[in-house]
């Protein structure tokens, strides 16, 4: 009787013959991989895969064991570095990540989107006419967060308990009538959203606020949800950045896709400009672009209007 071929599995094959083609995206050994078992006829000794760092992965009899010497992987692109799913102790990070998506999301009622920061008053003078007066407004309307605002932020995230002075501050360092109000109308639609939202009432938020402006609000507000400071701050420059935009387009200045464009471009320039000014404390408190506050004062003097300020 001809001999017959024995048909053999891919893994087989490779295995035995030594001519035989290795499948592709071979494991790199010491991490936990096994060598291919040999035949039960091969009197052959198997061989234990080299370990990493002097440890040893050990390999008997085609059982898997991992040995506690071997080192731990890089965390995979996406994932975060303190967060890694094969630790079963590190499953829970300092703040969720869907709270800060919930945040960030236009949807959030933060009562942002009711408000330009000036830019349709300069935009009806004529000051603001295309896309490069545009960024340079976006520009100096950064500087001025960063100077006149973000010490309040970061002031009530350091120390809520004195909520009260800094709003009371606040409202004295804004003497622009219509910046204050839209501070005050902020503050408090935004305060009212977290505890509504999140069926939570602050106490050291419900004392008596004269005028919940929106920067000390804010920064107390991210310290209660436990938000990490860092992250907090390049929220607030997120906020701002994205209401300007967001404007721009109701406007028709520019288009949904170009305020896109433009929003990813400007936020290396308002990471430049939140490095340079997280330090900042309340006795530095300055106004770095005059103009800016006298075309957010002019906005009750437009004939029509489509935002508060």
């Known amino acids: 009787m001809a001999n017959r071929k024995r048909k053999m599995s891919p893994l087989t094959s490779a295995a035995t013959n030594k001519t035989a083609r290795p499948l592709p995206g071979p494991l790199p050994r010491g991490e936990g991989e096994t060598v291919a078992a040999p035949r039960r006829n091969d009197n052959r000794r198997l061989k234990k895969a080299p370990a990493v760092n002097g440890g040893g992965a050990g390999v008997a009899n085609g059982d898997h064991r991992v040995s506690k010497n071997t080192a731990k992987l890089p965390p995979l692109p996406g994932e975060r570095a303190w967060v890694r799913a094969d630790d079963p102790t590190n499953l829970v990070s300092p703040v969720s990540d869907w709270l800060l998506w919930q945040l960030a999301d236009s949807a959030f009622p933060t009562g942002g989107f009711a408000h330009s920061l000036g830019l349709e008053a300069a935009w009806q003078h004529g000051e603001v006419r295309n896309r490069t007066e545009l960024v340079s407004f976006i520009e100096a309307g950064l500087h001025q967060l960063g100077h006149a605002a973000l010490p309040f932020v970061t002031a009530a995230f350091d120390e809520p308990e004195k909520l009260g002075e800094f709003d009371q501050l606040c409202g004295v360092f804004t003497t622009n009538h219509v910046a204050n109000r839209a501070s005050r109308a902020q503050g408090r639609a935004f305060l009212s959203a977290v505890e ?98 006298l075309w957010q004062g002019a906005q009750d003097r437009l004939y029509s209007r489509l935002f508060q300020s």
């Open 196 to 293: 509504r939202i999140f069926n939570s009432e602050f106490g050291i938020l419900n004392s008596e606020l004269s005028c919940a402006h929106y920067a000390p609000v804010f920064g107390a507000l991210m310290r209660e949800l436990a938000v990490p400071r860092q992250t907090a701050l390049r929220l607030f420059f997120f906020y701002q950045l994205r209401g300007v935009l967001a404007a721009a387009v109701r406007l028709n200045i520019i288009g949904p896709m170009e305020a896109q464009m433009l929003q990813q471009r400007a936020s290396v320039k308002a990471e430049e400009i939140l490095d340079r000014c997280q330090t900042l404390t309340l006795d530095d408190l300055a106004q770095t672009s005059p103009l800016l506050d």
